[in-house]
T-cell receptor, first 116, second 112 residues
Framework: GAVVSQHPSWVICKSGTSVKIECRSL??????MFWYRQFPKQSLMLMATSNEGSKATYEQGVEKDKFLINHASLTLSTLTVTSAHPEDSSFYIC????????????FGQGTRLTVV | KQEVTQIPAALSVPEGENLVLNCSFTDSAIYNLQWFRQDPGKGLTSLLLIQSSQREQTSGRLNASLDKSSGRSTLYIAASQPGDSATYLCAVSFYNTDKLIFGTGTRLQVFP
């Protein structure tokens, strides 16, 4: 299947700093990528849809100025958590659809963010 | 609003048992349904994808069925092994959007 790579796999940062997470489609081009957030023992919640060359579409309740998304190329989307606070600590996962007609979704390895 | 529910929430069984994990969704106008596996602290691994026009898909010891009219999908795991221990998630997508709506998940533990 298609491969989606996410980096870093974990990061610890101080309150008030910003953290950037990268999501790459390694063997296909993705005009659209998705960012999810997952709290412990809970399911995935969609945060935003990242569109190559245009603005991201955020889900209701997600602060776009807090979670900056940039999709500058067909293989890379980045999520920047700005002025991070402890409540932003979570597991963040990105996803992209396969370019085939099946529209199968593939996920990155996830990033564990801890804000201290 | 589409809701996706999975039953049971947790399951603990001895190895060798055949298992049934259930997924139900409220809006039957889905494009496809996908089953994933998630190991603790890891991303999601795609297991099976069922298009709306299909009734089932099989991969090894896994078989997933889809009944759109009743809003249900079932993941069948044959001859379970300790290595099957993980959280299993189902997710549905729709024709007018690329979004995936995830179920609540089933945490499976298979003990030797």
């Amino acid at each position: 299947g298609a491969v989606v790579s996410q980096h870093p796999s974990w990061v610890i940062c101080k309150s008030g700093t910003s953290v950037k997470i990268e999501c790459r489609s390694l063997d296909f081009q993705a005009t659209t990528m998705f960012w999810y957030r997952q709290f412990p023992k809970q399911s995935l919640m969609l945060m935003a849809t990242s569109n190559e060359g245009s603005k991201a579409t955020y889900e209701q309740g997600v602060e776009k100025d807090k979670f900056l998304i940039n999709h500058a190329s067909l293989t890379l989307s980045t999520l920047t958590v700005t002025s991070a606070h402890p409540e932003d600590s979570s597991f963040y996962i990105c996803s992209a659809r396969a370019p085939t007609g099946s529209a199968e979704a593939f996920f990155g390895q996830g990033t564990r963010l801890t804000v201290v | 609003k589409q809701e996706v529910t999975q039953i049971p929430a947790a399951l603990s069984v001895p190895e060798g048992e055949n298992l049934v994990l259930n997924c139900s969704f409220t809006d039957s106008a889905i494009y496809n349904l996908q089953w994933f596996r998630q190991d603790p602290g890891k991303g999601l691994t795609s297991l099976l994808l069922i298009q709306s026009s299909q009734r089932e898909q099989t991969s090894g010891r896994l078989n997933a069925s889809l009944d759109k009219s009743s809003g249900r999908s079932t993941l069948y795991i044959a001859a379970s092994q300790p290595g099957d221990s993980a959280t299993y998630l189902c997710a549905v997508s729709f024709y007018n959007t690329d979004k995936l709506i995830f179920g609540t998940g089933t945490r499976l533990q298979v003990f030797p």
